[in-house]
């Protein structure tokens, strides 16, 4: 696990932090029941995210879920990575078996030791893990910008899948901002290459 670490809340950011969530072969195998069938425009944008990122040396951090059970399960292939979504050594790895990327302690403590962290986040699911993450940052206070259109949703009741992301997209953006992958694109362009810098230098 690749994690940058920061002794006390001493520091602040001025770069936002790409997050991509669960982006694993789970969600775009066929056949599987977490599958989502349209997810080409969601995995296009991340790439154009992750990309950027890394062309800027802004700081990414990937999450995925590793469950016990037959789905998400870290002895079958379909826990991996989406190929081209492997994490760099230089890029902060996360691993959970809840919702929330909260449930992970490390980067709990990560974010508490950034003085205003911002996190730039896409992935899946909406109505999973991004919903879930969302609420923890505002109960702490963190801000999140969710990339509606770099991520995806699977169908909930009725609603098609299509429908479903446009109802989760309105309730996420309750809690946070929301954008699209050309705004947080431009954020990128106007961040600091330095990533972060110490209070007071």
Not at 10 to 35: C, M, N, T, W
Not at 151 to 180: K, N, P, W
Request: net charge negative; charged share 20%; aromatic share 10%.
């Amino acid at each position: 696990m690749s994690l940058i670490q920061f002794p006390g809340r001493h520091r602040q950011a001025h770069a936002p932090i790409l997050a991509l969530v669960d982006l694993q072969k789970e969600y775009v195998s066929e056949g599987r029941a977490f599958s989502i069938g349209k997810a080409d425009n969601c995995l296009a944008n991340c790439r154009r995210l992750l990309a950027a990122a890394r062309e800027r040396g802004l700081p990414v951090a990937h999450f995925r879920q590793l469950l016990s059970g037959p789905f998400f399960n870290e002895s079958t292939e379909f826990s991996r990575w989406i190929d081209e979504f492997r994490p760099m050594p230089s890029e902060m790895v996360y691993q959970r078996s809840m919702p929330s990327c909260y449930q992970n302690e490390f980067f709990c403590t990560f974010m508490e030791a950034m003085a205003e962290p911002v996190v730039l986040l896409a992935g899946f699911t909406a109505d999973h893990a991004c919903l879930s993450t969302v609420i923890d940052a505002v109960h702490r206070g963190h801000r999140v910008a969710f990339i509606q259109d770099a991520s995806a949703s699977q169908s909930l009741g009725s609603r098609t899948a299509h429908d479903s992301h446009a109802f989760m997209t309105d309730l996420i953006s309750e809690y946070c901002e929301v954008i699209s992958t050309q705004e947080a694109l431009d954020r990128f362009t106007h961040a600091d290459p330095k990533r972060w810098q110490a209070m007071g230098e």
